[in-house]
């Protein structure tokens, strides 16, 4: 391991993250190695979750100095599959500072259910939970994005949609997962846990009421 790497997992933000990490997999949102985490460590670089790993069993050499320039990636290891989206997020906000992938049942079944590529979620105090939103009242959009195995064009399309409107600190991919971020790892996590629950509560509805 090189210096900069020692260094890196020195980092009491690396250490939070992997004690996350088991907070998440305890909810079951990280099934089979599913979903991927990271840390911005400077305005072109990260500590990403190497790729294929357990994410609830996380150490801090198991995330990887990873550093961009737009979508040229750079990293001695082999991080997340999925590393091109995180670093799109970091690049469309110089405040996002974390970033959580996972894959709750929940999240995936939603994702499936809607056929839009926005759902707007309104009427749950819970969703002042996202950063922003200060009333049951204002309508939250969710993004969603079909899933594909090309994470380069998907970060592609999300760069494009973000221009037509900033998401609001969480977007799906259909059939795949849920992505939220934030200006520090708490908020990153108060919005993982804000996300989850709006989608349970409407997954919950639909079985009574229907789709929309
Ligand atoms: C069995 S999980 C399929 C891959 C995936 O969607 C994921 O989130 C984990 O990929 P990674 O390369 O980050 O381990
Ligand atoms: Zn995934």
């Known amino acids: 391991m090189n210096s900069t790497a ?23 949102w990280v099934p089979a190695t599913g ?29 990887l100095p990873v550093s961009w320039q737009g979508q040229q990636l750079s990293c001695t290891g082999t991080p997340s599959a999925e590393t091109a989206l995180h670093a799109m997020l970091y690049q469309l906000n110089p405040a996002t500072k974390a970033v959580l992938h996972t894959h ?35 309508l939250l959009p969710l993004a969603i994005f079909d899933n594909t195995q090309d994470i380069p064009a998907l970060a592609a399309e999300l760069n494009l949609r973000w221009h037509q409107q900033p998401l609001q600190y969480g977007l799906l991919v259909r059939g795949h997962g849920l992505y939220v971020w934030g200006n520090s790892l708490e908020q990153a996590k108060r919005h993982l846990e804000g ?12 079985k009574i009421a229907g789709l929309p």
């Open 104 to 138: 709750s049942v929940q999240a995936t079944v939603f994702s499936r259910l809607i056929a839009q590529n926005n759902y707007l979620f309104a009427g749950y105090e819970m969703q002042k939970a996202i950063t922003g939103i200060s009333s049951h009242e204002q």
């Open 35 to 63: 979903g991927n985490f990271s840390i911005r460590t400077g305005d072109n670089s990260a500590l990403v979750t190497a790729s294929g790993k357990d994410k609830g069993e996380l150490s801090p050499q198991d995330l």
């Open 6 to 28: 020692q260094l890196h997992q020195l980092n009491p933000n690396a250490i939070a993250l992997c004690a996350l990490g088991r907070w998440v997999a305890n909810r079951q």
């Open 195 to 206: 996300w989850e629950f709006l989608i349970n509560c409407e997954l919950e509805r639909f």
